[in-house]
Nanobody, 130 residues
Framework: QLQLVESGGGLVQPGGSLRLSCAASGFTLDYYAIGWFRQAPGKEREGVSCISSSGESTNYADSVKGRFTISRDSAKNTVYLQMHSLKPEDTAVYYC???????????????????????WGQGTQVTVSS
């Protein structure tokens, strides 16, 4: 069974940090670009970041540039989202998703191209509040 599982969410104070993990089971992430998305109550889903299959290409939403870093560990079959300087407006359920790279080391879909992703995790809650 092909599965993505997010972890690492929680409650953190403004200015704090969290690291989210996206672990795959049943398939290797080596041939997939991975995206992180988030959705807050009453708001549309927002693309946060994406990393190519090789890790050589990344993309970030303007709202998180300079604060979030996406990375991947092939040996652990896991992708990470390191989040620093968290703000209340970062509060949301965070999802990871995988899309086939089509053989490209650098392919990163536009962050709005949700429909291109093949597999989705169940989400992890991030709450930024004092």
């Amino acid at each position: 069974q092909l599965q993505l599982v997010e972890s690492g969410g929680g409650l953190v104070q403004p200015g704090g940090s969290l690291r989210l993990s996206c672990a795959a089971s049943g398939f290797t992430l080596d041939y997939y670009a991975i995206g992180w998305f988030r959705q807050a109550p009453g708001k549309e889903r927002e693309g946060v970041s994406c990393i190519s299959s090789s890790g050589e290409s990344t993309n970030y939403a303007d709202s998180v540039k300079g604060r979030f870093t996406i990375s991947r560990d092939s040996a652990k079959n896991t992708v990470y989202l390191q989040m620093h300087s968290l703000k209340p407006e970062d509060t949301a359920v965070y999802y990871c998703a995988a899309v086939g790279s089509g053989g490209s080391r650098w392919y990163t879909p536009p962050l709005v191209a949700y429909h291109r992703y093949d597999y989705w995790g169940q989400g992890t809650q991030v709450t930024v509040s004092s």
